[in-house]
């Protein structure tokens, strides 16, 4: 997937503000002081990028007509867990795969490709991995269901913001300093720094280039 197709699925919010579903021990609280928080962590945001959560499969391949709808199948109920209690910080997502067939007959297996990656600042990647999820469908059955899981480490010391830019960001304002009315993430260097220090977890079906097409354009 190419780097500029993934710049334009991340939500920017993510990169921006807080690392959401897996809060720990020496969380950073971003508070405003004017009553706004928000809590910080090393923890990878979790996420499925549009256009990769689903994916049908046509019989036969060549056409997107219905009528040669084979499988359809989505990513659904996705959660994280993470360990941030040591040098390596090592984040979980599982989730499931529920998929649904036009033709029932007979036992059948079909087995679907996924991706796991790890983006540094909403646009680095900097590892994927590739694996399978499998789906058994029973004689007569015209729905299945598997699980499956991801898994990535990021270096805690990579998504630990330096000790001036938690300064600026935890430092309390009183109404009149002259800088009461800023926002610290408006600074260019201090944005930058919390977006290098942000990472994300997404997973989604490895789609081939048709495939994301039809995802993006039906």
Do not use: W
Not at 157 to 170: C, F, G, H, M
């Amino acid at each position: 997937m190419a780097n500029g197709r993934l710049k334009k699925m991340v939500l920017a919010g993510v990169a921006v503000l807080a690392v959401t579903g897996c809060a720990r021990e020496g969380a950073i609280d971003l508070s405003s002081g004017v009553g706004i928080s928000v809590i910080r962590s090393g923890c990878p945001a979790v996420a499925v990028p549009d256009h990769t959560g689903d994916i049908t499969i046509f019989n036969p391949a060549s056409s997107t007509d219905a009528s040669a709808i084979d499988v359809v199948a989505y990513i659904t109920n996705v959660r994280s867990t993470c360990n941030s209690e040591s040098a390596r910080i090592y984040s979980e997502a599982a989730f499931d795969v529920h998929a649904s067939r036009t033709n029932p007959a007979g036992a059948r297996t079909v087995t679907i490709p996924y991706f796991s990656t790890v983006v540094q600042g909403g646009t680095a990647v900097v590892a994927k991995r590739v694996g399978n999820v499998t789906l058994q469908f029973a004689d007569g059955a015209y729905r299945a269901t598997a699980s499956a899981n991801a898994g990535a480490y990021v270096d805690a010391s990579a998504a630990r913001l330096p000790d001036e830019v938690i300064e600026r960001l935890t430092r309390r304002r009183k109404a009149g300093d002259p800088d009461a009315a800023l926002d610290p993430l408006a600074d260019p260097t201090i944005k930058a720094a919390v977006a290098r220090s942000s990472f994300e977890l997404l997973v989604g079906f490895q789609l081939s280039q048709a495939q994301l097409q039809y995802n993006a354009t039906r």
